[in-house]
């Protein structure tokens, strides 16, 4: 089965129907983790029989027969069953080809990461007619922010344009820790609520978020120490560096933008009024060509951080980010 249509996907994740394994593939891992336990739940229903329920680990899984095995057999107390792997790499392609041979309505969730188009499993699921391909990658800002709108309004609560772009670029991308961020902004609100540039700022900015966007004022305004001394203190309160690389460079293109418009004023969300003084010096230091320049390399360091899963990469790419900034504004700033 080809990859599902975007518009399809909700409505099969509420009914999958006969389809025998997803393969779930992507570098977003909470959605994946987000899709597969909503496909358990349609399955299963929100109380899962645990003799309907079977977990596999990545070396089971790729056991000669393992797979096999556990998709013919029938739960004790009746019902589809499913089994869920969460590490499914291409030593599964042919165990997954062998239970798809065999009897059995169980529904196989395999969870795979970033997987290339010659990836042989991926490749495998693609070409069966029972199996459902759903990539999981990481939304762009504009999308995330729709996601965003999608959930508080499955609370029913309201936001405006503006602070979903400002929650978008602070939530990043984990579908866990955005549902549970949502779910607190819903509470703050109340039914039919709406909730303002106060609330999101009330219930959003953590201490890792805060930090972070103190890091970004003070290394756009040339201020090194006090730079590093708060990225430090971002990750030390739980920021991961994917996100750190996604603000560094949404606070550039915020720059550019209000350098091209000659004004700050004209920026949504606007600019917290505790960094105003610092954003505005930026303003003043920062050529708008050095401003593109900085962008380009901010987007090919986001970029690196989709083709390697490795963490130690992600935050050393994250750090020489805001060094580089930091370095370059004290160097405009003495001209």
């Not at 994740?13 to 994946?32: E, I, M, S, W």
């Amino acid at each position: 089965m080809a990859k599902l249509d975007p518009k399809r996907i909700a409505g099969f994740l509420a009914n999958p129907g006969a389809t025998r394994a997803v393969l779930l593939h992507g570098d977003d891992a909470g959605l994946a983790r987000e899709r597969a336990e909503a496909l358990m739940h349609a399955v299963l229903g929100p109380t899962p029989d645990p003799f309907r329920l079977a977990e596999l680990s990545r070396e089971e899984a790729a056991r000669p027969g393992a797979l096999a095995g556990e998709a013919a057999a029938l739960a004790m107390t009746g019902g589809r069953r499913v089994i869920r792997l969460r590490d499914a790499t291409d030593a599964h392609a042919t165990p997954l080809k062998d239970a798809l041979a065999g009897a059995g309505d169980t529904l196989l969730l395999l969870e795979g990461g970033e997987m290339t188009a010659r990836s042989k499993l991926r490749a495998m699921a693609e070409a069966a007619p029972d199996v459902a391909v759903l990539p999981c990658y990481r939304e762009r800002p504009e999308e995330l922010a729709g996601t965003i709108a999608r959930l508080l309004r499955e609370q029913g609560v309201q936001a405006d344009p503006p602070v979903l772009a400002w929650l978008a670029a602070r939530l990043g991308e984990d579908r866990m820790l955005l549902r549970r961020a949502v779910e607190v902004l819903a509470l703050h609100a109340g039914p039919e609520g709406r909730v303002d540039e106060a609330a999101a700022m009330a219930c959003v900015a953590d201490g890792a978020t805060s930090d972070l966007d103190t890091a970004l004022m003070a290394a756009t305004a040339g201020e090194a120490q006090a730079a590093d001394r708060a990225l430090d203190a971002a990750f030390a309160e739980g920021a991961n560096a994917v996100m750190v690389v996604r603000a560094t460079l949404r606070h550039v293109q915020r720059l550019h933008e209000a350098q091209l418009a000659g004004d700050a004023g004209v920026l949504r969300p606007p600019v917290f009024f505790r960094h105003k003084p610092a954003f505005d010096r930026a303003l003043r230091i920062w050529p708008l060509a050095a401003l593109e320049a900085q962008g380009a390399a901010l987007l090919e360091a986001e970029r690196r951080t989709k083709t390697t899963a490795f963490r130690e990469v992600h935050e050393m790419l994250a750090r020489a980010g805001i060094a580089a900034l930091a370095r370059q504004a004290a160097a405009y700033a003495r001209r």
